[in-house]
């Protein structure tokens, strides 16, 4: 980065999927490996803010001059989320969240011999992001999509639905693992689509973008 854009800004971003247990060992989870809240995160870095990133477990390195708060259940990341919104300039919501967690999990190994196969309840996790974005005077908020089709209409949806200035949509064959993605960034202004790339240099593209709205040159 040249100019450091996010200078003097706080910003606060979710990476990674959660952890939703069934039992001590066993749990539901998805396969965000977190690359690219990681690389929002190191972008955001160079780009002068002061940025915490509250991650999933994942098995990445702690991006240089990042705070990194670990966490597991999306009960965990909505704490840790909520305990620092108010206090952040731009909120990035990057991690998978689980959309339920377990209402019935064993605090006792679940055994195959106890007859039947056990029942497993669900109940909705809290909509960390629309939570964040409800804030009165909270931090300007970015959201991600995955989706396996209808990108846009869907994409679309989830930023007015959680009432959410900018959202970065991507196809879930494109964004889940790898170091490459295809980001189409949604906001007041429509759609721009970036040239598919590491997401590294996405990264740097969405911050740049986030920049321009929080100053209004957009
Ligand atoms: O980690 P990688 O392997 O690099 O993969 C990156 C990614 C594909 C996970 C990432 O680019 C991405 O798209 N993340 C969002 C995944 C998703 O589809 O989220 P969602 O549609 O469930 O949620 C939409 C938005 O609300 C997201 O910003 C999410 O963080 C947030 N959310 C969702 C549910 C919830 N309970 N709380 C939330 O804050």
Do not use: W
């Amino acid at each position: 980065f040249a100019p450091k854009v996010l200078a003097g800004r706080k910003v606060l971003i979710t990476a990674g999927p959660t952890f939703e247990a069934i039992d001590p060992v066993r749990g539901i989870t998805n396969l965000s490996s977190g690359r690219m809240g990681y690389a929002v995160a190191r972008a955001a870095r160079q780009a002068g803010a002061a940025v915490t990133l509250v991650s999933g477990p994942v098995d990445l390195a702690v991006p240089q001059g990042v705070e990194r708060v670990k966490v597991r259940s999306a009960l965990d990341m909505h704490a840790a989320v909520m305990a620092r919104a108010a206090g952040s300039d731009v909120f990035v919501g990057v991690a998978a969240v689980a959309d339920y967690r377990v209402n019935n999990a064993a605090e006792h190994k679940l055994k195959k011999d106890t007859g039947g196969i056990p029942p497993i309840e669900l109940i909705e996790n809290p909509d960390i992001l629309a939570e964040v974005a409800a804030l009165k005077n909270g931090p300007f908020c970015v959201g991600f999509a995955a989706e396996s089709r209808n990108l846009e209409e869907y994409a679309q949806t989830k930023r007015r639905k959680k009432n959410i200035p900018l959202i970065a949509g991507n196809l879930i064959q494109d964004g889940f693992g790898g170091d490459d993605n295809r980001l189409v960034l949604f906001d007041d202004h429509g759609s721009h689509p970036l040239t598919p790339a590491p997401k590294s240099v996405l990264a740097r593209q969405l911050v740049e973008h986030i920049a321009q709205l929080l100053t209004g040159k957009m």
